[in-house]
T-cell receptor, first 114, second 111 residues
Framework: EAQVTQNPRYLITVTGKKLTVTCSQN?????MSWYRQDPGLGLRQIYY???????DKGDVPEGYKVSRKEKRNFPLILESPSPNQTSLYFC?????????????FGPGTRLTVT | LAKTTQPISMDSYEGQEVNITCSHN???????ITWYQQFPSQGPRFIIQ???TKVTNEVASLFIPADRKSSTLSLPRVSLSDTAVYYC????????????FGTGTRLKVLA
């Protein structure tokens, strides 16, 4: 089944404790992206990747890191999480970054930073 | 990507047709209009895309006037399961690969 998977689905952590949220797709997509969703602010893009070893900032990249060493994986790293990073995170992938190609979203990761 | 403006929320009753309008005054010549649907606790999913005039699929219709400064997503005979947030995106086929989903339109379908 074609899908985007994220792990963990739920995470509660404390301020400053490094964490990684994994994202994997099995559709051989070149484009992958991370979003965060907050009440009243909608869906905002954190980082995206056009292909292996090619990443770029979205609208809200501060406090996050990403890497794309393999085509299928695009982990989101929070080196020192803070409470304002409490949010619902979505990973997405598409064949290409062009808007013509639909993005497939993962199920989301709900992160709480205390 | 061009900036879009949508109503924050709408209510409708089951069986009615729902039209959600998106304003995009600064749309560029090579921009397409894409709509995504997001159910509670799920990621968004693509529902329809168009460039001009009218596009229809099994889920919705998309109406785009000649000046392309707005577009209307039409959901025929909605049911309770159509309760979701609907996002309008406007963007081209080359150049920036950033996506701006905005806050979307929260549609609530009532029994």
């Amino acid at each position: 089944e074609a899908q985007v998977t994220q792990n963990p689905r739920y995470l509660i952590t404390v301020t400053g404790k490094k964490l990684t949220v994994t994202c994997s797709q099995n559709m051989n997509h070149e484009y992958m992206s991370w979003y965060r969703q907050d009440p009243g602010l909608g869906l905002r893009q954190i980082y995206y990747s056009m292909n292996v070893e090619v990443t770029d900032k979205g609208d809200v990249p501060e406090g996050y890191k990403v890497s794309r060493k393999e085509k299928r994986n695009f982990p989101l790293i929070l080196e020192s999480p803070s409470p304002n990073q409490t949010s619902l995170y979505f990973c997405a992938s598409s064949l290409s970054g062009d808007v013509l190609y639909e993005q497939y979203f993962g199920p989301g990761t709900r992160l709480t930073v205390t | 990507l061009a900036k879009t403006t949508q109503p924050i929320s709408m209510d409708s009753y089951e069986g009615q047709e729902v039209n959600i309008t998106c304003s995009h005054n600064n749309i560029a010549t090579n921009d397409y209009i894409t709509w995504y649907q997001q159910f509670p606790s799920q990621g968004p999913r693509f529902i329809i895309q168009g460039y001009k005039t009218k596009v229809t699929n099994e889920v919705a219709s998309l109406f785009i006037p000649a000046d392309r400064k707005s577009s209307t997503l039409s959901l025929p005979r909605v049911s309770l399961s159509d309760t979701a947030v609907y996002y309008c995106l406007v963007g081209g086929t080359s150049g920036t690969y950033k996506y701006i989903f905005g806050t979307g339109t929260r549609l609530k379908v009532l029994a």
